[in-house]
């Protein structure tokens, strides 16, 4: 016979409610999202750097307001506010612990009785409001673009980890398109890669000396990145000069008016746009393919390296016409693609929070069914370590790069000091044994 207590518990779960008291007690910091395993590739461990963590907002003025466009008001504009996260190599007093507390939402948007947005808190490993560590000099710029809904948060494990070896890493809550405040999706259709380029201007601003800025003097943002995970590949994508197709701009479901013409392929205005800071981007899934957002001709304007990463089980994105299918018709970049066999469309996010166990759909919007989270972070950590080393810093890492298309093909042969011999081609980085359940593939320009 099932306990009261017992029983209790089901009643809650069964009303997607949240017991509260996984959301008033403090964070567990024995382990902190990003940590490693013990089978964590090499490259996954963190820098040399403390980590220190602010908040700040930026106001883009004069903006479109996409979602108010209608016959009786055919241009309404807003002054679009954005809230940012931002780690930066940090320095630390004697004996400061160096942990944080992020505070988040689950949810799908405000007023949905399915997914109401219940608050939960988790750990970092960062500092608030630490003061920025001077010795790295002028550190390359990440700017980090959340899926839809998500939040500037999702991919702690990653911002940490990337701040601790010498990038400022930014990111965004795009307005309209969080958990918090999701509303229509053209405003994500439109104002994905134009808050990334909004606010690539606007942290080079407060990287300038004089800004007064904490950021004055701290990032070089000649050196970006874009990191995206769905609908923040597909944004980072479009920023760094995929453009969109004639059937994007046409979709009837889409953005109206065919206001996300500004930025098609071909249009003058999003050929002007093309920024040189940009110098790689990481698309996580990046979503449009598989409904005619991407061809040929809009794909053949990247032009700079880029990593894809994806699940081939992908059902949001879709692989095979999904990120597969931009990975091979994006022409003119110098391109990787990481598969996770079995994974689905989840591989970017921190492991699922405790707090979203009481309902299917938040639990879900986290975890991945056939891996561990915490094993595909590690994973994620050591790639975008050796892709962004390569190409924003130029550190010789490109033998993480070179590999055996899959991984399970790899061959350990070491002579007696450890050292490779010539028919060695073992994933670099990774430890015996734990180099499956993964392809990886390069193409280079043509």
Same mark, same amino acid.
């Given at each position: 016979?099932?306990?009261?207590?017992?029983?209790?518990?089901?009643?809650?779960?069964?009303?997607?409610?949240?017991?509260? *008291?996984?959301?008033?007690?403090?964070?567990?910091?024995?382990?902190?999202?990003?940590?490693?395993?013990?089978?964590?590739?090499?490259?996954?461990?963190?820098?040399?750097?403390?980590?220190? !963590?602010?908040?700040?907002?930026?106001? #883009?003025?004069?903006?479109?307001?996409?979602?108010?466009?209608?016959?009786?008001?055919?241009?309404?504009?807003?002054?679009?506010?954005?809230?940012?996260?931002?780690?930066?190599?940090?320095?630390?007093?004697?004996?400061?612990?160096?942990?944080?507390?992020?505070?988040?939402?689950?949810?799908?948007?405000?007023?949905?009785? $399915?997914?109401?947005?219940?608050?939960?808190?988790?750990?970092?490993?960062?500092?608030?409001?630490?003061?920025?560590?001077?010795?790295?000099?002028?550190?390359?710029?990440?700017? !980090?673009?959340?899926?839809?809904?998500?939040?500037?948060?999702?991919?702690?494990?990653?911002?940490?980890?990337?701040?601790?070896?010498?990038?400022?890493?930014?990111?965004?809550?795009?307005?309209?398109?969080?958990?918090?405040? $999701?509303?229509?999706?053209?405003?994500?259709?439109?104002?994905?890669?134009?808050?990334?380029?909004?606010?690539?201007?606007?942290?080079?601003?407060?990287?300038?000396?004089?800004?007064?800025?904490?950021?004055?003097?701290?990032?070089?943002?000649?050196?970006?990145?874009?990191?995206?995970?769905?609908?923040?590949?597909?944004?980072?994508?479009?920023?760094?000069? *995929?453009?969109?197709?004639?059937?994007?701009?046409?979709?009837?479901?889409?953005?109206?008016?065919?206001?996300?013409? !500004?930025?098609?392929?071909?249009?003058?205005?999003?050929?002007?746009?093309?920024?040189?800071?940009?110098?790689?981007?990481?698309?996580?899934?990046?979503?449009?393919?598989?409904?005619?957002?991407?061809?040929?001709?809009?794909?053949?304007?990247?032009?700079?390296?880029?990593?894809? !990463?994806?699940?081939?089980?992908?059902?949001?994105?879709?692989?095979?016409?999904?990120?597969?299918?931009?990975?091979?018709?994006?022409?003119?970049?110098?391109?990787?693609?990481?598969?996770?066999?079995?994974?689905?469309?989840?591989?970017?996010? #921190?492991?699922?929070?405790?707090?979203?166990?009481? #309902?299917?759909?938040?639990?879900?919007?986290?975890?991945?069914?056939?891996?561990?989270?915490?094993?595909?972070?590690?994973?994620?950590?050591?790639?975008?370590?050796?892709?962004?080393?390569?190409?924003?810093?130029?550190?010789?890492?490109?033998?993480?790069?070179?590999?055996?298309?899959?991984?399970?093909?790899?061959?350990?042969?070491?002579?007696?000091?450890?050292?490779?011999?010539?028919?060695?081609?073992?994933? $670099?980085?990774?430890?015996?044994?734990?180099?499956?359940?993964?392809?990886?593939?390069?193409?280079?320009?043509?």
């Amino acid at each position: 016979m099932r306990s009261p207590a017992l029983l209790a518990a089901l009643a809650v779960l069964s009303l997607g409610g949240v017991v509260s *008291a996984q959301n008033t007690a403090a964070p567990d910091t024995t382990f902190v999202y990003g940590d490693a395993r013990p089978d964590a590739p090499e490259l996954a461990a963190r820098g040399k750097y403390a980590v220190g !963590v602010r908040t700040i907002t930026a106001t #883009n003025p004069d903006q479109l307001d996409i979602l108010k466009l209608g016959e009786q008001n055919p241009d309404p504009r807003v002054d679009r506010t954005l809230t940012l996260e931002v780690w930066y190599p940090a320095r630390l007093a004697a004996g400061q612990a160096a942990l944080t507390t992020y505070r988040d939402v689950l949810g799908s948007g405000p007023n949905d009785p $399915k997914r109401p947005n219940t608050p939960f808190e988790f750990a970092g490993r960062a500092v608030r409001d630490a003061q920025p560590d001077a010795s790295v000099g002028r550190a390359p710029l990440v700017i !980090v673009s959340h899926g839809y809904p998500g939040s500037r948060l999702m991919m702690s494990y990653l911002t940490e980890n990337l701040a601790s070896k010498g990038y400022v890493v930014v990111a965004i809550d795009h307005t309209e398109s969080t958990r918090a405040d $999701k509303a229509g999706f053209a405003s994500t259709l439109l104002n994905r890669p134009l808050d990334d380029l909004f606010v690539l201007n606007h942290v080079a601003k407060l990287a300038a000396p004089g800004s007064g800025s904490f950021l004055s003097g701290l990032v070089d943002a000649d050196r970006t990145a874009l990191v995206g995970y769905s609908m923040g590949g597909y944004g980072a994508l479009n920023a760094a000069g *995929a453009g969109f197709s004639e059937a994007a701009v046409k979709a009837s479901w889409g953005v109206p008016g065919g206001k996300l013409a !500004v930025r098609q392929a071909g249009n003058a205005a999003f050929e002007r746009s093309r920024d040189p800071r940009i110098k790689a981007v990481v698309a996580f899934a990046p979503w449009g393919a598989q409904l005619g957002f991407w061809d040929a001709a809009g794909l053949a304007g990247l032009r700079v390296p880029t990593l894809f !990463v994806a699940g081939d089980q992908d059902d949001v994105s879709g692989f095979a016409e999904g990120t597969k299918r931009i990975f091979d018709l994006a022409v003119n970049a110098d391109r990787y693609l990481l598969v996770y066999e079995n994974a689905r469309h989840n591989v970017a996010p #921190n492991p699922t929070p405790p707090a979203a166990s009481a #309902n299917f759909e938040d639990f879900m919007h986290y975890s991945e069914p056939a891996w561990d989270s915490r094993r595909l972070n590690n994973v994620n950590q050591h790639f975008l370590t050796a892709f962004l080393g390569t190409y924003l810093r130029g550190e010789k890492l490109g033998a993480y790069l070179d590999l055996v298309p899959r991984a399970v093909d790899g061959k350990t042969s070491l002579n007696a000091d450890g050292t490779p011999k010539p028919d060695h081609t073992y994933w $670099k980085g990774f430890k015996d044994r734990t180099a499956v359940g993964m392809e990886f593939y390069h193409l280079k320009p043509r």
